[in-house]
């Protein structure tokens, strides 16, 4: 096979209603018995996702002739070919609203490369040209495609031909096809441009050009002011319910919520709002650290099973710590305001037990079975990498600033790490990053990492906040039972109404006061000393018992009653305050204004 022979895909999206693109790849230089493969999982996203369970039908054709195409394992299918010019027809469900797979209906298309694109085995670093069809109907007349993919020949609303260089490149190039609102900026001299889907409501446009203009050029700067792309491209989609992202080579794919962009006359960014700027701010900074600076077994994945690494929490929790910090950087968000990010995420790994349990580095390594399928028992046994990563990153920046006195810091760290190890996607390892970080004075690396990376201490959090003219303060924590409902005593679960206002425990807190009354996650719940129990009655019925109390409950249990007495407890440390401390020495005025410019 000649990897300069490029590889032909068309994409027919007329069956939008049957939610089937119709896909014809084309060879001209096929082996014998070419083979073709589909990933089992996205890059970025770390589970088996089994993509191939949505391919419904497969076609084979030689010269025009039909011939036999057969399935050899989950995700490979191999075809009877004898010459050189085959095509292969093949129709895939999409009808996955994530930002990880694929979706098509009558409103819009958008799908990344992994879940759709069959491999022609041999055939990864050959060019691959792909061909959008528009369709036909006239409800489409209005439909845009976006992808940051280079153009071979479009027409004005993007139908027509891309190309790229390798199958690598073919899967980090997502599309979004369908009417849609589009934003332009230039961030240090770059060309950025956003693309708004779904659910809008009125907004500032202003405003959030002008404040994602402020945080790209940030970590620009961060990053020794220049970018490893040429431009970059935000897909955003809108919808109730929506959260998450998956970072591209110069793109990201956003869900969020309708609620989540500008008011008019917004002064303070709102919660909905910075969560939508820390997500932009999250898959922004992954275009240096992990689709460039990466673990070195990613440097060649095989996406045909795990790619394991001890260091989610580097390119996760580092980047997490980022994608709030940049706000602040970027003036987007006062200093109080990050604060109050800061205590709420702290609050959150202070309520998660498992932080006792499982170290980053395990956690990381076993994203595949543990994090990315959470259950029932998730938070007294995983710890995020993610969250407890991001503290990792503040004390390891305040440690370098301090160690420093404060003219150098994270940031730096970062910035060497990338041009050292992911300019040319080198790859790094974990000695390789510790070594940079105690380049920065930091000694007794190996106890740092046998504490807070491989294991379960906690973080010195308050000690090295004080330093930086920063207090936090732990607190009792009401919001036990739920979210919202605010209790005098600690039960030691979560609890559900379901459509039928029946209160189902959907979380049993390890050691907690129902664990020790023999409560299960999926209980009923029906009564609270002898009054029954509905969503209009919880807070008052439940906020009636007091810490070293007892309770009698009447429970069902795969239909059979149950009646339980529970010893209600004192609230539990685990909700926090930060704040600015309001004097403080000329030393901690200086770190202050280092770290958060305050």
Not at 453 to 481: K, M, N, S
Not at 566 to 582: A, G, H, S, V, Y
Not at 588 to 598: C, V
Request: proline share 4%; hydrophobic share 40%.
């Amino acid at each position: 096979m000649n990897p300069d022979v490029p590889v032909q895909i068309k994409i027919d999206l007329s069956l939008m209603r049957s939610h089937l693109y119709q896909i014809n790849l084309s060879l001209s230089d096929a082996a014998k018995k070419q083979k073709f493969l589909l990933p089992t999982w996205a890059p970025g996203s770390y589970l088996i996702r089994e993509f191939a369970q949505h391919i419904i039908t497969i076609r084979a054709f030689e010269n025009g002739q039909e011939i036999a195409v057969s399935k050899i394992n989950k995700n490979t299918f191999e075809v009877n070919n004898m010459s050189q010019n085959i095509d292969l027809f093949y129709e895939v469900y999409g009808f996955d609203s994530s930002i990880r797979a694929a979706f098509i209906d009558e409103t819009q298309a958008f799908f990344n490369g992994s879940s759709l694109f069959l491999c022609p085995e041999h055939k990864k670093n050959a060019r691959f040209n792909i061909t959008i069809q528009r369709p036909q109907e006239q409800s489409c007349s209005v439909w845009r495609v976006a992808t940051s993919m280079p153009q071979l020949d479009i027409d004005a609303q993007g139908f027509g031909s891309y190309s790229c260089l390798s199958y690598e490149e073919l899967i980090d190039y997502p599309f979004q096809i369908g009417a849609m609102k589009q934003i332009c900026f230039d961030a240090a001299g770059i060309s950025h441009e956003m693309v708004l889907v779904g659910d809008l409501r009125p907004f500032d446009e202003n405003r959030l050009i002008a404040d994602l203009k402020a945080i790209c050029e940030s970590q620009i700067k961060l990053f020794g002011g220049k970018a490893p792309f040429s431009n970059y491209l935000f897909i955003a989609r809108f919808e109730e319910g929506g959260h998450g992202g998956l970072e591209h080579r110069n793109s990201s794919m956003l869900l969020a919520s309708p609620y989540a962009l500008p008011s008019q006359d917004l002064l303070e960014p709102d919660t909905q709002y910075k969560s939508f700027l820390s997500l932009c701010s999250h898959e922004y900074f992954h275009a240096w650290n992990i689709k460039r600076l990466m673990p070195k077994n990613f440097v060649t994945l095989d996406l045909n099973t795990e790619c394991y690494t001890s260091m989610l929490w580097l390119f996760e929790g580092i980047t997490s710590y980022y994608d709030d910090l940049v706000l602040r950087k970027a003036g987007v968000i006062s200093a109080e305001s990050y604060l109050d990010i800061l205590a709420k995420n702290y609050a959150r790994l202070l309520r998660n037990k498992g932080r006792f349990v499982q170290s980053l580095a395990q956690s990381s390594f076993d994203a595949w079975i543990k994090f990315y399928r959470p259950n029932e028992n998730t938070k007294n046994s995983v710890v995020s990498y993610y969250l407890k990563g991001a503290f990792i990153g503040l004390l390891m920046d305040l440690k370098i600033s301090f160690q420093n006195h404060h003219k150098k810091s994270l940031d730096d760290l970062m910035s060497v790490a990338f041009y050292n190890y992911g300019s040319e996607k080198k790859g790094i390892d974990e000695s390789e990053f510790f070594a940079l970080f105690e380049d920065f004075g930091i000694k007794n690396i190996a106890e740092f990492k046998d504490n807070y990376i491989y294991g379960t201490q906690e973080l010195p959090l308050a000690e090295w906040l004080h330093r930086f003219g920063v207090d936090i303060v732990i607190i009792a924590d009401d919001h036990t039972i739920d979210d919202k409902t605010k209790l005098p005593a600690y039960w030691g679960l979560k609890l559900r109404f379901d459509d039928h206002h029946r209160a189902i425990i959907n979380y049993v807190d390890k050691d907690g006061p129902a664990m020790h009354a023999g409560l299960s996650p999926f209980d009923e719940i029906i009564a609270v000393n002898n009054i029954r129990l509905d969503p209009t009655n919880m807070a008052d019925l439940l906020g009636t018992c007091r810490p070293h109390e007892s309770a009698e409950l009447v429970v069902a249990r795969k239909k059979v009653l149950r009646v339980y007495k529970i010893f209600l407890d004192k609230l539990p440390l685990t909700n926090c305050k930060i704040t600015l401390k309001r004097e403080i020495s000329a030393a901690q005025h200086d770190a202050r204004i280092s770290w958060i410019g305050q």
